[in-house]
């Protein structure tokens, strides 16, 4: 199925069992690693980001709303889905808000611009692995003791000739 069918679907079942006022955030992929494609829908989460081997980190922004927010038809009239077709060396990066919401000791947020910035710094060729370690890395060095109020998660998928790595 496609994501956004997916969502939809999520999004019925949410609606009818979650507290009035309680939502959750998702993000659906569908990854084929013969053609380097992803077809990718998002339900109010974090955008991810793309890095192409020779351009500027981008976030992938398909149209959404929050699981269990809205009925049915209106959550069906808002979510899309995208088609991502990546090249060798290109990644993907999901991650969770509590990467760009990490404080530092003085309240500010590690934020969107940031996390763009990093990734063009780490996107030289590394691992999927060693990527999304260099990321925690950054958000650790940014916010280093201060108390964070939400989990910090990264997913990185990366292309290479034969098929995809994360």
Do not use: K, W
């Not at 780490?122 to 692995?129: E, K, N, V």
């Amino acid at each position: 199925r496609e994501p956004d069918d997916v969502l939809i679907a999520a999004n019925g079942h949410l609606r009818e069992y979650l507290a009035r006022g309680t939502f959750v955030t998702m993000a659906y992929a569908v990854i084929d690693p013969e053609s380097l494609t992803v077809d990718y829908a998002r339900a109010g989460h974090n955008p991810p980001a793309v890095l192409r081997m020779n351009g500027a980190p981008s976030f992938v922004t398909p149209s959404g709303t929050a699981l269990g927010a809205v009925d049915r038809e209106q959550f069906a009239e808002l979510i899309t889905s995208e088609r991502l077709e990546l090249q060798n060396g290109d990644a993907l990066v999901l991650y969770t808000d509590g990467v760009t919401e990490a404080m530092s000791a003085s309240g500010e947020l590690f934020g969107e611009e940031r996390l763009l910035e990093t990734l063009a710094r780490l996107h030289d060729g590394r691992t999927a692995r060693d990527l999304a370690d260099g990321l925690l890395a950054a958000v650790a060095e940014h916010s280093q003791n201060a108390e964070q109020h939400d989990d910090i998660t990264v997913v990185v998928v990366r292309a290479h000739a034969g098929g995809v790595a994360a």
